[in-house]
């Protein structure tokens, strides 16, 4: 949001001067003839003051797109038209960066421009599914279904997504915590005890040396270590950006146990999902795998898909590339062979889709119950061990005193 400077005449002819911020000029204007006032004079503070100190987001976030869509294809079907429509989207939209991209839609509409033409000015707004399916729509005057075919599409992703997180999150919550704990009780408590322990001379237990022998490591060498994991952090950065190892990181990822699997189911649905919406509205199916590459989100099914192009592109099946990779189940290849052969990939891949989205939650609700008992009692045992260590000489001491 800028700051702008202006000054007028209200209704009654008196002078009127202030600061406001707006999207833009003529969100400024708009805003004060609903005050009543008459523009004389209008100008951006572009001083560092009156900028507004946030982090730059490259994309809307999930949920607000979400919401923008449903809301946009509820609108459409009631019959107001598009430019209107981006108009009230504009107006009551708490994100900012949609708002923006929707003030400046809103404005090229008015210009005379498409609605496809508009947003596909915003990629970073509007992903690549959502141009191309408006373009059919626009093309065969069908919006409302389309939009409302997006909406459904995009709540179905929205929901796969955060199972999938929500399942994640939990075991590296548990063990960001395990970790910290572990480096407060080895750093802060044991080598209280440990001074204690050394002032006595008393033959002390090997799980109670072992503990102060590595409460003694972190205290004196924090920094290294340190050093250390910053040292392999960068250089699976560097990998990872620098020598192509984002597909080893998929790779190795995708097959470890249940974790694994949920993110390949996951991946899966995202993608029949997005290539049954794409075959409903007829995009071309060599521009519907180049849009697929930019969903499915990991590196080892980008390739797949690249072979699976490439195929095409030569006038073979879409199933033969599949068959000879691990990443597909055969389910997934007879489908989509049974949908080549009788026309009707939409249907096919929609039931694929829906087969997986079901198959994530479960998983994701069944990886859930199982880790959270191991994580919970791996947490307690870690610090069961270190209360042990520090214990167990203690009772040692009340028993020679008695």
């Known amino acids: 949001m800028a700051v702008y400077q202006y000054s007028g005449r209200d209704r ?79 107006k009551q939209s708490d994100n900012k960066l949609l708002k923006q991209a929707l003030l400046k839609v809103e404005e090229k509409l008015r210009e005379g421009r498409s609605f496809t033409q508009a947003v596909a000015e915003h990629p970073k707004i509007f992903p690549p599914i959502f141009v191309h399916l408006v373009r059919a729509g626009e093309v065969g005057g069908n919006m409302d279904d389309i939009l409302d075919r997006l909406a459904v599409y995009f709540e179905k992703q929205y929901e796969t997504r955060n199972k999938v997180k929500a399942a994640l999150t939990y075991p590296i919550f548990i ?86 699997m949920i993110l390949r189911k996951s991946v899966l649905a995202r993608m029949t999902r997005t290539l049954s919406s794409l075959y409903a509205s007829s995009v071309p199916i060599l521009q519907s795998m180049s849009i697929i590459e930019n969903v499915v989100g990991n590196e080892v099914y980008v390739r797949a898909l690249q072979e699976v192009k490439t195929s095409l592109e030569k ?23 049974t949908g080549e052969k009788t ?4 249907t096919v891949l929609g039931k694929v889709a829906d087969f997986y989205e ?12 199982l880790l959270e008992p191991v994580l919970i009692t791996f947490l307690a045992g870690v610090v069961g061990v270190i209360v042990a260590s520090i214990a167990l000489p203690m009772f040692s001491m009340f028993e020679s005193i008695q």
Not at 43 to 72: A, C, G, H, N
Not at 223 to 243: D, E, N
Not at 315 to 337: D, R
Not at 358 to 369: G, N, P, Q
Request: aromatic fraction near 10%; glycine fraction near 6%.
């Open 343 to 346: 026309g009707a990939m939409e």
């Open 175 to 260: 063990g960001i915590v395990s970790i910290i704990v572990l480096i407060f009780l080895l750093t802060t408590v044991v080598p209280t005890f440990s001074t204690m322990f050394a002032s006595l001379g008393a033959e002390l237990p090997i799980v109670t040396k072992m503990v102060l022998t590595a409460s003694q490591f972190f205290v004196t060498w924090w920094w290294a270590l340190l050093l250390i994991a910053g040292t392999i952090v960068g250089g699976l950065w560097y990998f990872i950006k620098k020598m192509d190892g984002q597909y080893y990181l998929d790779y190795f990822v995708l097959k470890l146990p249940m974790i694994g």
């Open 358 to 369: 079901a198959d994530v939650s479960i998983a994701t609700e069944k990886l859930k119950a």
């Open 12 to 90: 009654k002819g008196e002078k009127r001067s202030g600061k406001l911020k707006a999207a833009d000029q003529k969100e400024a204007m708009a805003k004060l003839r609903e005050q009543g006032i008459a523009v004389l004079s209008l100008e951006e503070l572009t001083s560092f003051l009156y900028k507004e100190i946030e982090i730059k987001k490259k994309r809307v976030k999930p949920q607000d797109f979400v919401m923008y869509i449903r809301q946009f294809s509820t609108l459409i079907q009631a019959g107001i038209s598009i430019v209107e429509a981006t108009q009230i989207l504009a």
């Open 315 to 337: 006038g073979q099946s879409m199933t033969k590339p599949l068959q000879k990779h691990w990443a597909f189940p055969p389910m997934v290849v007879q489908m989509i062979a």
